[in-house]
């Protein structure tokens, strides 16, 4: 299997402008890509990282681009449940073509790890394919039209496949107080923020904060400590 890490910037992606704006993180997997009556078709899944307020003003600002449009990309459907969404948006044939944005939608790819968008715009892709070809045309791709660098590009055995659904279930409370954290830089070294800063952040008592906070660490570690080790 060959195994391409890469990371580039689309100014025309219709994401990466609204995870500069807002100051979040988007997670996703391409889910299919499908051409109907000259228009291209794209439906990503996935959960959105950062402040709570922050993701709803992403997610409004993405329904706003539901006006159908002859060049750009526009969205066509999008559900929301907390940070965790559908979204299905299209494209004029003509225009996509320019972008290539299908190739990397292809069936031959095996998307290992959610692709990253993050607050800067720059998005990053982790792809295996059994033939080395189809990675090869996807790195031409990337670098004449994304300014891709190619992190790594080897020939190995898959070890771990990533999927946003295999996560133990949290309340909304325990979500906010989580992603909150990791936004924040809690669990970065040195910290860049502490309990009571997040607390604040989310509006709650410092012994609120921290109850929900310890009760997804224990869901999500549980789980890790189960399934992996």
């Known amino acids: 299997m060959w195994l391409l890490k890469t990371k580039g910037f689309d100014k025309e ?4 402008s609204k995870t500069i704006k807002h100051k979040i993180i988007m997670r996703y997997y391409p889910l299919n890509c499908y051409l109907e009556n000259k228009t291209y078709y794209f439906t990503a899944v996935g959960i959105v990282e950062g402040d709570p307020s922050n993701i709803s003003a992403f997610f409004e600002d993405l329904r706003k681009d539901s006006k159908k449009s002859k060049n750009k990309r526009y969205v066509v459907r999008l559900e929301v449940n907390g940070n ?3 979204c299905t948006t299209a494209q004029n044939k003509n225009a996509e073509s320019e972008n290539y944005v299908h190739f990397f939608y292809d069936q031959k790819f095996i998307h290992i790890t959610p692709a990253v968008i993050d607050s800067n715009g720059y998005e990053e892709w982790n792809i295996a394919a059994i033939d080395r070809k189809d990675i090869e045309k996807g790195i031409k791709i990337g670098l ?7 992190l790594s590009f080897k020939k190995t055995k898959l070890k771990n496949f990533g999927v946003l659904s295999v996560l133990p279930e949290l309340t909304d409370k325990q979500r906010q107080a989580f992603l909150l954290a990791s936004a924040r830089g809690y669990y970065e070294y040195p910290r860049k923020i502490g309990l009571e800063g997040l607390a604040k952040l989310m509006k709650i008592s410092l012994s609120t904060y921290q109850a929900h906070l310890r009760k997804a660490e224990k869901h999500l570690l549980g789980f890790i400590a189960k399934r992996y080790f």
């Open 84 to 86: 965790f969404f559908v």
């Open 13 to 16: 992606n219709i994401y990466s």
């Open 144 to 150: 004449k039209k994304y300014n891709a660098e190619i």
